[in-house]
Structure formats: structure tokens, C-alpha cells
């Protein structure tokens, strides 16, 4: 199975601040990876697939690039929307298996 | 517009079978390249996906469950049923289903939570 290790856990960040989300694959996932935003009680919604393409009325302020084994999330000016946890999620290979997750807080 | 819903028990005894039934629209699962997946998420922790069933039934089971899980569909009824078997507290989640246009998911039902308690 590959693992897909998300750094940091939580991030503490201010609204305009820009972030980056690391993803790590434990082997290659070449650019099949994808990324989504979970609000407490909510489902995941869908921001990235293919490592940076953007999913249909995804803001322009999410960015994703990386490939193989090493992937970020930027968010270039965080928004008070923003404020969710993230997961990234390989595709690559069964199983799809999803990151930890990375907790975006208010700081 | 597509949508998904899932449906099914609330909460299960250990050792039961729990059949979880997801409901979707907007699309066929007939149509190639298409996939239905279900992902649980455990109270406060993160996403974990367990089975995916495309339009061909080509099915795919996460490894740690396979021997628990199986995956369904009927495609007339727009329905694709997950069960597993012989659940335990630790099955206790919220489980999703999703559209998969390949093995991403781009849209999720509202999620159900199953608590496995006696």
C-alpha cells in the first residue's frame, strides 16, 4: 500500500497569509494525486485532482503542483472560507489511500 | 446534477452485518469509466477508503478489509450496496459514498454514521 503522509497537522495562519500543504507518498504516485477541504460536519468537497488541476468553481487562489512522491496545496491569500481541514489522496495505485489531513486554524 | 445519499442502519451490534445502500442521480453507473466508492471517517479522524465498483463491475476493496467487505450495484436502480461483516466497535464512522470519474471523487453523498455498539 502507499502511505500519504500530510505535513504540517495543524497550521495556525491569519487571513491573508499564504499557505502551503505538504503531501508526501511513501512511493511514486507520478501526478495522480488529488485534494479536498472537509468542514467540521460536512463531506469533503473536491478542490484538485491530477496533482494541480483545479476542480470547476474551485477559487483561484488554491494552487497544487509536485510530482512522484512530494505534492503541495498553496492557498496564496487564505480566506475566512478557508479556515477547514485537508486531505490529499493518491490515485495512482488500489488502494486510494488519503493523507492524514492537515487542520488550517485561525491563528 | 449529481447527487448521492446514503442510507441504512444507525447502529449495529458487534459481529453483525452492517448493508449500507447509496442512492445517486445525475449519472449512470453504465456509462464508461465510471465508479461508485465508499470512504469512512471514524469520529475525529481522517478519511479512509474502503471499496470502489465501476461501470464494468471491475471492484476494488481496501486490502486490511477485504475479507469483510463486498460491493454491489444495480444499475437500474442507481444503487450501489456495501456490507461488511462481523463489524466491531472500531467500524464505528461516518460513511460516504462517492462519484468516481476514475479513482478521485468528486462528488459525496452527505454521509451516514453508524455507531457499532451493544
Known amino acids: 500500500d502507499i502511505q500519504m503522509t500530510q505535513s504540517p497537522s495543524t497550521l495556525s495562519a491569519s487571513v491573508g497569509d499564504r499557505v502551503t500543504i505538504t503531501c508526501r507518498a511513501s512511493?511514486?504516485?507520478?501526478?495522480?494525486l488529488a485534494w479536498y477541504q472537509q468542514k467540521p460536519g460536512k463531506a469533503p468537497k473536491f478542490l484538485i485532482y491530477k496533482t494541480s488541476t483545479l476542480e470547476s468553481g474551485v477559487p483561484s487562489r488554491f494552487s497544487g503542483s509536485g510530482s512522484g512522491t512530494e505534492f503541495t496545496l498553496t492557498i496564496s491569500s487564505l480566506q475566512p472560507d478557508d479556515f477547514a481541514t485537508y486531505y490529499c489522496?493518491?490515485?495512482?495505485?488500489?488502494?486510494?489511500?488519503f493523507g492524514g489531513g492537515t487542520k488550517v486554524e485561525i491563528k | 446534477q449529481i447527487t448521492l445519499k446514503e442510507s441504512g442502519p444507525t447502529l449495529v451490534k458487534p459481529t453483525q452485518t452492517l448493508t449500507l445502500t447509496c442512492t445517486f442521480s445525475g449519472f449512470s453507473l453504465s456509462s464508461t469509466g465510471v465508479g461508485v466508492a465508499w470512504i469512512r471517517q471514524p469520529p475525529g479522524k481522517a478519511l479512509e477508503w474502503l471499496a470502489l465498483i465501476y461501470w464494468d463491475n471491475d471492484q476494488r476493496l481496501s486490502p486490511s478489509l477485504k475479507t469483510r467487505l463486498t460491493i454491489t450495484k444495480d444499475t437500474s436502480k442507481n444503487q450501489v450496496v456495501l456490507t461488511l461483516t462481523d463489524v466491531d466497535p472500531v467500524d464505528t464512522a461516518t460513511y460516504y459514498c462517492?462519484?468516481?470519474?476514475?479513482?478521485?471523487?468528486?462528488?459525496w453523498g452527505q454521509g451516514t454514521l453508524v455507531t457499532v455498539s451493544s
Open positions: 462517492a462519484h468516481a470519474p476514475g479513482a478521485f471523487f468528486d462528488f
Open positions: 489522496q493518491q490515485y495512482n495505485s488500489s488502494p486510494f489511500t
Open positions: 512511493q511514486s504516485v507520478s501526478i495522480w
